[in-house]
């Protein structure tokens, strides 16, 4: 049995999973609604605001699948009830970031600033200039977004400058020694 896949999700108030019968899965809560097509072999029961997932046998790829169904599921859950968010921060001289409606503008040392546009679901925030935060009820366009955004300018060894997340830590080398 997979360690994952085994493990009970548990449906807050205020969210209503349905499972119809072409096996999408559709979560409604608070903050927005989100599906997800599940793979036929893969079962969701759901009792007293509990969800268990069963796999009809145990072929490899089913055992593959049950964790990975498992996690998206309980992401969703979890993404309709708190939402998810990524921060980055801007290291560099002159590097700021500044949000217009659904817009994000970055000035980082190019000869033209780089704009980006929020998809649905998702809001920039900049609480600083040299911080932007990216949230959303999707996991996946959350993540996505951010790994977008640090590829702009991805921070460099030597002095650290670029575009990071938050919680990034990065490998410094030293620079070359005068003998």
């Known amino acids: 049995m997979s360690r994952i896949g085994k493990l009970p999700i548990s ?3 205020g969210v209503t999973v349905t499972v119809d019968e072409s096996n999408q899965v559709v979560v ?10 599940v793979n036929s072999d893969i079962q969701l ?4 605001g509990v969800i268990h997932l069963v796999r009809k046998n ?16 309980h992401n969703m ?19 700021r970031a500044q949000v217009d409606g659904n817009k994000l503008t970055l000035n980082v040392g190019y000869s033209h600033p780089v704009v980006f546009t929020a998809p649905q679901d998702v809001t920039f925030e900049t609480p600083s200039a040299t911080t932007v ?10 993540g996505n977004l951010a ?15 670029g575009i990071k997340y938050t919680d990034e830590r990065i490998r410094r080398k030293v620079g070359k020694a005068n003998k």
């Open 28 to 37: 409604k809560g608070p903050k927005g609604t989100l599906t997800q097509d």
């Open 147 to 161: 790994a977008d955004i640090r590829a702009v300018r991805p921070p460099e060894p030597y002095l650290g400058k």
């Open 45 to 48: 029961t759901q009792e007293d």
């Open 11 to 13: 449906v807050p108030k």
């Open 58 to 73: 145990d072929s490899k790829p089913q055992k593959s699948m049950h964790g990975l169904y498992r996690s998206l599921v």
């Open 133 to 142: 935060v990216v949230k959303g009820i999707n996991k996946q366009v959350v």
């Open 77 to 95: 859950v979890v993404g309709v009830t708190e939402g998810f968010s990524k921060s980055l921060e801007l290291v560099g001289t002159g590097y």
